[in-house]
């Protein structure tokens, strides 16, 4: 008979250890969502422009997942494919030219006295950075703006221009190093100013 | 050493656990449509039935037998064996994505598999030591993944071959298996273990 306690007493305990460790890790090791996708997401540089191919950013991330090539965002350009080289463990390799070169970041601006209100951008725009009613007049919400130039072409009266985004003081940072070797001719036209 | 060959050379192939002793036909029927989910299953269960037959081995000799509890082991087995590979599913998931998306819904699968139980018991069976009851449990794992791909492998050239109409599908897959199971007798008496 008392074979039939311990039993009970060591399986009770086992299981009792056990649901304890489970329960413990189920905390502890917790997971949300998919964490490659978003991990890859999170260095996208959100602009939904769509130049790789996929609808936005998130759908590229999981194509990376699926074992896309990791060269295809030029808005993100070389640093994200270093970046994403780096948490995929997978070699760098030079942006595909064929969806794009890397540009410098630009915003859109629309030029207020000649739109008709048409709407037509605020429906190309995927971050809903434009803002403004049938026959009234739009303008963009700077902030929001991701530079993406899905909003220039369907433009009935071309009233919309990519500028290039001003350096502020809250903006400016430290040029990337190896940016200064590949731009020598900076330092030389500064030489020739001071001549003049 | 040699005993360790004859081991791995005696479950991998004399007495391969799929088509010799019959036990894990589910996976072996049901993953083997294509070859990429079979290598998936054939990685997870090498994985599991390693762990499985070093957890189940330690109960066994450190808990049930200090006891004279041996009646529980079947129990036991299961619910080290769930609880390791639901805890090391966990683990992976945190620790390493890329890892967890080759092995993914596999491990739990495979878990409760009669293979993984039935090589738990069979090593009590056969009162092997420490780092036999791991070889045993090695060498049957090997074994599975080997049928396993080469089974896949097999059906993926069926799918695209001319096989008359009444024996389309499970049928071909099954007379197939059924062959393969006849060549594996061929390896009777190679090694006496």
Excluded at chain 1, 28 to 45: S, Y
Excluded at chain 2, 78 to 99: C, D, G, N, R, Y
Excluded at chain 2, 110 to 132: P, S, W
Aim: proline letters at 5%; hydrophobic letters at 50%.
């Amino acid at each position: 008979m008392e074979i039939l306690y311990v039993a009970v007493l060591i399986l009770a305990l086992l299981a009792l250890v056990f649901g304890a460790v489970l329960g413990f890790a189920a905390i502890r090791f917790k997971v949300d969502g998919d964490p490659i996708v978003d991990q890859i997401d999170n260095l996208l540089p959100q602009t939904q422009c769509g130049q790789c191919g996929h609808p936005g950013c998130k759908p590229y991330a999981e194509a990376i997942a699926n074992g896309e090539a990791i060269n295809r965002c030029p808005p993100g350009g070389e640093a994200t494919i270093k970046a994403l080289a780096d948490l995929l463990d997978l070699e760098v390799i030079p942006l595909d030219a064929e969806h794009g070169s890397e540009a410098i970041r630009t915003i859109a601006y629309i030029r207020e006295d000649e739109c008709i209100g048409c709407t037509k951008c605020i429906q190309a725009c995927p971050v809903d950075a434009i803002l403004g009613a049938a026959k009234q007049m739009h303008t963009v919400i700077v902030d929001e703006c991701t530079g993406c130039d899905l909003c220039v072409e369907p433009c009935p009266v071309d009233c919309i221009d990519m500028l290039p985004v001003q350096v502020t003081p809250g903006s400016w940072h430290w040029q990337h190093p190896g940016h200064v070797i590949a731009t020598s001719s900076l330092p030389l036209s500064h030489g020739t100013n001071d001549n003049a | 050493m040699v005993d360790y060959l004859l081991i791995l050379v005696s479950t991998v192939l004399v007495n391969n656990f799929v088509l010799v002793q019959f036990l894990g036909l589910c996976p072996f029927m049901g993953v083997s449509s294509r070859l990429e989910t079979a290598m998936g299953m054939s990685l997870a269960t090498t994985f599991v039935l390693t762990l499985a037959s070093l957890c189940s081995y330690l109960t066994y000799t450190y808990l049930l037998e200090p006891f004279g509890l041996e009646f529980l082991q079947t129990i036991s087995f299961i619910l080290v064996i769930a609880f390791v590979v639901q805890f090391t599913e966990m683990v992976v998931h945190k620790t390493s994505p890329l890892l967890h998306k080759v092995l993914g819904i596999f491990l739990p699968l495979i878990t409760t598999n009669c293979a993984v139980l039935g090589v738990a018991l069979l090593n009590i069976k056969k009162a092997n030591g420490f780092i036999e009851s791991i070889l045993y449990g090695f060498g049957a794992a090997i074994g599975f993944s080997l049928v396993l791909i080469l089974f896949a492998a097999m059906r993926e050239r069926i799918t695209a071959a001319d096989v008359p109409a009444p024996f389309k599908g499970a049928a071909i897959a099954m007379i197939s298996a059924g062959i393969m199971s006849l060549a594996f007798m061929g390896f009777t008496g190679l090694v006496a273990i």
